[in-house]
């Protein structure tokens, strides 16, 4: 069976043409599944019966089930979700003022290797699916159709390298943002990145207006190397020089993601030298509590520093802000809610 969601347009257009069908049936089975999230063919009533035999037979529409679900007082919802072949993904739902945030996850596991993050205690098993990201986006929408509601915004910083799955991440957001899509802004996307060089550069290229983050979290390669394995790969210098030649070429800047960890990257020294590396970008910060990890040894900067560190940053003329937490009663924490249930298996 083909699934549906695995197609952004361009592709559905070219299945049809394929099967013997018209071009335009790809926007005409957008609108059903998308615009007006119908999931039954038979209920498609602009299709002809021999093309509704057709994709009964050959095609489906299937999103991952809800395996596990955390509710925070603060309305933040965490999802362990199965996929079809029995892995778990988490996906998370923050309530902002401006909207409802989903976090998704890239891919089972990850192969990042980064030394405070839940999600690299389970290596990659394999790259999600278009389906199973955009799996994630309707299972919370289906959560939210009972106030009404549905996701404003997107940010692919859960479990995963998102340009380790490059390919099906940008299928992911053509579906998010085409208007017959979910419609979805550009404005309104945001994919996070621990620095694969070759592919800042290749998503530079794009022509999208999707918000890019970068993971830096230090301000040399001397504590980036140990807190993070890829700066092994594309050091500091590298990674600036791509953060530079997209925001040439995409003209659009980039935000910084800075976790705070007590005493590992917090310094004043550390906040002078990190003002001085993003000068020459047009970037801004923004300053990440840390979220324990119960098998992790690093500490989270205490409040005072996180305010020391900030200050010294705008006295330097960097924009930067604190990134507002949600969930902290619920493993929200990257991989938290996997990593116990990995762990509950064993
Ligand atoms: N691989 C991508 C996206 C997933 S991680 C990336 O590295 O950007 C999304 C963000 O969460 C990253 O900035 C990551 O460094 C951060 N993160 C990971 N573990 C964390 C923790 N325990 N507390 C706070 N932020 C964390």
């Known amino acids: ?131 199973e990201l955009i799996g994630q986006i309707l299972v919370l929408d289906n959560l939210l159709k009972e106030t009404n509601e549905r996701v404003s915004h997107v940010v692919v910083m859960g479990t995963g390298e998102p340009f380790d799955n490059y390919e099906n991440v940008l299928s992911f957001i053509r579906i998010l943002n085409h208007p017959y899509g979910f419609a979805i802004g550009a404005r309104h996307i945001t994919v996070s990145t621990c620095g694969i060089v070759e592919k800042i550069r290749q998503y530079a290229n794009e022509g999208l207006q999707i918000n890019l983050a970068i993971s830096l979290h230090a301000p040399n390669n001397e504590i980036r190397n140990k807190i993070m394995a890829i700066n092994h790969k594309y050091p500091l210098e590298e990674l600036m020089e791509a953060v530079k030649y997209y925001e040439k070429t995409a003209s659009r800047r980039v935000t910084f993601e800075y976790i705070l960890l007590s005493d590992v990257n917090d310094s004043k020294e550390c906040a002078i030298e990190l003002a001085n590396l993003i000068k020459g970008t047009l970037a801004y910060v923004n300053l990440i509590p840390f979220n324990p990890v119960n098998e992790l040894k690093y500490k989270r900067s205490s409040g005072n520093r996180v305010h020391e560190f900030m200050d010294i940053l705008m006295k330097r003329g960097i924009n930067c802000t604190i990134r507002k937490e949600f969930g902290t009663d619920i493993d929200a924490a990257c991989g938290q809610l996997r990593a116990k249930n990995e762990k509950e298996a064993l």
């Open 1 to 131: 069976m083909i699934n549906l969601y695995d197609y952004e347009i361009k592709k559905l257009e070219e299945l049809m043409l394929s099967i013997g069908q018209k071009k335009y049936r790809a926007t005409q089975l957008f609108k059903w599944i998308y615009e007006k999230r119908v999931t039954d063919f038979n209920l498609m009533s602009d299709i002809s019966k021999s093309f509704i035999t057709e994709l009964n037979e050959k095609f489906c529409l299937d999103i991952p089930k809800i395996y596990k679900k955390q509710v925070s007082q603060d309305g933040t919802i965490k999802l362990l979700l199965e996929l079809k072949d029995k892995s778990k993904v988490e996906t998370v739902l923050m309530r902002y003022n401006y909207g409802n945030v989903a976090c998704v996850s890239s891919q089972v596991g990850c192969n990042m290797g980064c030394a405070f993050c839940a999600s690299g205690l389970f290596k990659k098993q394999r790259n999600l699916d278009t389906s």
